[in-house]
């Protein structure tokens, strides 16, 4: 098997000598699979990156004095974006794994462990949840952080962000249950004069809300309150349990009253009205699916609406959701879209002379890339791998046992790679994984404060 420079702790050493504002590296000799139309997949390809930027894809590339990473052997490819995650909650990953509905895991976790959760809670569930993302591939997450107790509670998930170094976005809510301070959504402008000054940092902020009031009441639901809300504090809104008759019913009402927009996402959208969609579509919402909190949970139809939104030219963003029940990568989220709407597609027309409409790989790693950066709001920034976007990238393996030989770098990546078979991970240019290990992590240490946490949280919340 080839042995390649992303395994290589000398070359890793080498880069890190360097300051990162004044680092330039070559990847040499990959499959570089842009996700850029225009560009689309080089072999035997380049990727220049100088400081926190990409600066040119191609063969042979003339980069001066950069330092040269051999990438032989390997599929580079942009870093994946979750478009929605509740963070917080990692410390009780898979505690309730055959979670049999919605309101299960509302009066389990959010009515029950969320309200005893103190500032040091959110921030190591959130770290654990950001620092397991770069393992797995994901180089920009957007926290649905709906435990904001305090002021503290905030500025813990955001500092735990920071401290993981991902590409994070802090979407802010009230908690659903339980005392709070109610300093939500007024907070959210001391937030971003303490963490957001700058429009070219790792960390962006945006706006939380539910689609309706049914769960948690009307302080937590959208509309023209809190667009507004939004739009002074210069943000994008993220909409979760946007379901059913009651979440077409909202929509349509926020259609009417011009608070849809590329600005707003809409997360799960599963059951919704076709004039729903139609209003989703003409005023260019942008949407986030669940594929496994969809199918798995139960949610409505169960059936991750990617065939409604490509209707109405909405291409979604994929996401994770709750890992209390859930898989936490998002390859699991590409390979689990892509036989969800298959076999939704072959089963619709079994038995005539029909052709099945069926999305392809391709189409979930733009869903998972490119379409997720859009989705957050950052497709200027990341997503593809084009000059002048941020550095955010991938190398994965393809001479692996489980992935050779290289037939096609998506397939290969979609439906054959793992965790296990990213060798590197840059964020802005800087090294967050290489020889397949999450870099400056005392796992040691994490694994004592996860499991304290999580003693803290079950033990409080039972008594």
């Given at each position: 098997?080839?042995?390649n420079d992303t395994t290589s702790p000398a070359v890793l050493e080498q880069l890190r000598r360097l300051p990162a504002d004044r680092r330039r590296i070559v990847f040499t000799g990959a499959t570089v699979v842009t996700m850029d139309?225009?560009?689309?997949?080089?072999?035997?390809?380049?990727?220049?990156?100088?400081?926190?930027?990409?600066?040119?894809?191609?063969?042979?590339?003339?980069?001066?004095?950069?330092?040269?990473?051999?990438?032989?052997?390997?599929?580079?490819?942009?870093?994946?974006?979750?478009?929605?995650?509740?963070?917080?909650?990692?410390?009780?990953?898979?505690?309730?794994?055959?979670?049999?509905?919605?309101?299960?895991?509302?009066?389990?976790?959010?009515?029950?462990?969320?309200?005893?959760?103190?500032?040091?809670?959110?921030?190591?569930g959130t770290r654990l949840a950001a620092l397991t993302a770069i393992d797995s591939g994901i180089t920009t997450m957007l926290d649905f952080s709906h435990n904001s107790r305090t002021r503290e509670h905030s500025d813990a998930a955001?500092?735990?962000?920071?401290?993981?170094?991902?590409?994070?976005?802090?979407?802010?809510?009230?908690?659903?249950?339980?005392?709070?301070?109610?300093?939500?959504?007024?907070?959210?402008?001391?937030?971003?004069?303490?963490?957001?000054?700058?429009?070219?940092?790792?960390?962006?902020?945006?706006?939380?809300?539910?689609?309706?009031?049914?769960?948690?009441?009307?302080?937590?639901?959208?509309?023209?309150?809190?667009?507004?809300?939004?739009?002074?504090?210069?943000?994008?809104?993220?909409?979760?349990?946007?379901?059913?008759?009651?979440?077409?019913?909202?929509?349509?009402?926020?259609?009417?009253?011009?608070?849809?927009?590329?600005?707003?996402?809409?997360?799960?959208?599963?059951?919704?009205?076709?004039?729903?969609?139609?209003?989703?579509?003409?005023?260019?919402?942008?949407?986030?699916?669940?594929?496994?909190?969809?199918?798995?949970?139960g949610l409505e139809t169960a059936i991750p609406a990617v065939d409604e939104a490509l209707s109405v030219g909405i291409r979604p963003g994929l996401s994770i959701d709750v890992e209390v029940a859930l898989a936490g990568d998002m390859?699991?989220?590409?390979?689990?879209?892509?036989?969800?709407?298959?076999?939704?597609?072959?089963?619709?027309?079994?038995?005539?002379?029909?052709?099945?409409?069926?999305?392809?790989?391709?189409?979930?790693?733009?869903?998972?890339?490119?379409?997720?950066?859009?989705?957050?709001?950052?497709?200027?920034?990341?997503?593809?791998?084009?000059?002048?976007?941020?550095?955010?990238?991938?190398?994965?393996?393809?001479?692996?046992?489980?992935?050779?030989?290289?037939?096609?770098?998506?397939?290969?990546?979609?439906?054959?790679?793992?965790?296990?078979?990213?060798?590197?991970?840059?964020?802005?240019?800087?090294?967050?994984?290489?020889?397949?290990?999450?870099?400056?992590?005392?796992?040691?240490?994490?694994?004592?404060?996860?499991?304290?946490?999580?003693?803290?949280?079950?033990?409080?919340?039972?008594?």
């Amino acid at each position: 098997m080839n042995v390649n420079d992303t395994t290589s702790p000398a070359v890793l050493e080498q880069l890190r000598r360097l300051p990162a504002d004044r680092r330039r590296i070559v990847f040499t000799g990959a499959t570089v699979v842009t996700m850029d139309p225009d560009l689309g997949i080089v072999d035997g390809g380049d990727v220049l990156v100088v400081g926190d930027t990409i600066t040119a894809v191609g063969r042979d590339l003339d980069a001066g004095d950069a330092v040269v990473v051999d990438a032989a052997g390997t599929v580079l490819t942009p870093g994946f974006v979750d478009t929605h995650r509740h963070a917080w909650q990692a410390q009780l990953r898979r505690i309730m794994p055959d979670v049999d509905d919605l309101a299960g895991y509302i009066m389990a976790t959010l009515a029950g462990y969320a309200t005893v959760y103190r500032p040091e809670d959110m921030y190591t569930g959130t770290r654990l949840a950001a620092l397991t993302a770069i393992d797995s591939g994901i180089t920009t997450m957007l926290d649905f952080s709906h435990n904001s107790r305090t002021r503290e509670h905030s500025d813990a998930a955001i500092e735990a962000l920071l401290d993981a170094g991902i590409r994070g976005v802090h979407a802010s809510m009230g908690p659903h249950f339980g005392d709070w301070d109610r300093q939500w959504p007024g907070d959210l402008t001391r937030i971003k004069d303490r963490y957001f000054t700058s429009d070219d940092q790792l960390l962006t902020l945006r706006l939380a809300a539910l689609a309706t009031d049914e769960i948690a009441g009307p302080a937590l639901a959208y509309g023209s309150e809190l667009a507004c809300t939004a739009a002074d504090v210069g943000v994008g809104v993220s909409v979760d349990a946007v379901f059913g008759t009651p979440g077409s019913e909202a929509e349509l009402r926020w259609a009417k009253d011009g608070i849809l927009g590329p600005d707003v996402t809409l997360i799960h959208a599963t059951g919704l009205t076709t004039e729903a969609w139609k209003a989703m579509g003409e005023s260019g919402t942008t949407v986030s699916l669940a594929p496994t909190s969809d199918a798995q949970i139960g949610l409505e139809t169960a059936i991750p609406a990617v065939d409604e939104a490509l209707s109405v030219g909405i291409r979604p963003g994929l996401s994770i959701d709750v890992e209390v029940a859930l898989a936490g990568d998002m390859f699991t989220q590409m390979r689990a879209l892509h036989a969800i709407q298959r076999m939704r597609a072959v089963n619709a027309v079994y038995g005539t002379d029909q052709q099945p409409t069926r999305i392809t790989t391709h189409d979930v790693l733009d869903f998972a890339t490119l379409q997720g950066a859009r989705t957050n709001g950052l497709a200027g920034v990341t997503g593809s791998l084009t000059p002048g976007k941020k550095a955010d990238l991938l190398a994965i393996q393809a001479e692996d046992l489980n992935n050779m030989p290289l037939n096609d770098p998506i397939g290969t990546v979609v439906l054959g790679s793992d965790a296990r078979n990213i060798s590197a991970v840059l964020i802005n240019g800087e090294p967050r994984k290489w020889n397949g290990q999450v870099l400056d992590v005392d796992l040691s240490a994490l694994r004592t404060e996860v499991q304290a946490s999580r003693r803290y949280v079950l033990d409080t919340s039972a008594a």
